[in-house]
């Protein structure tokens, strides 16, 4: 079984800075694309950050030259350095990895549970 844990939400002031991480944990063998996603009520989950295990890395435009995701693969955990946070960006932040888990053939996507980011004066 593996599982995905996000830390670092919270609450904070806009121009702020804000780090998320996560942490894959379990049977896992190889972890390829880990990404950072999120979602507001009402509206579908959209892609924030990903990268991939070659180290190849896209932002979502309104992100862009903001936020830098990171990985250590040695870890198996992916961060989301978020700076001069903007109200557009409050939602729940959901952290997802692209797994392959012991005695499996195939490649899994897990998610995490979820942790809100609030930006707000």
């Known amino acids: 079984q593996v599982q995905l844990v996000e830390s670092g939400g919270g609450l904070v002031q806009p121009g702020a800075s804000l780090g998320l991480s996560c942490a894959a944990s379990?049977?896992?063998?190889?972890?390829?694309?880990m990404g950072w996603y999120r979602q507001v009520p009402g509206k579908e989950r959209e892609l924030v950050a990903r990268?991939?295990?070659?180290?190849?890395?896209n932002y979502a435009d309104s992100v862009k030259g903001r936020f830098t995701i990171s990985r250590d693969d040695a870890k198996n955990t992916v961060t989301l350095q978020m700076n001069s946070l903007k109200p557009e960006d409050t939602a729940v932040y959901y952290c997802?990895?692209?797994?392959?888990?012991?005695?499996?053939?195939?490649?899994?996507?897990?998610w995490g549970q979820g942790t809100q980011v609030t930006v707000s004066s």
């Open positions: 997802s990895a692209r797994v392959l888990p012991l005695y499996r053939v195939s490649y899994d996507d897990y």
């Open positions: 379990g049977r896992i063998v190889r972890i390829n694309a």
């Open positions: 990268i991939t295990s070659d180290g190849s890395i």
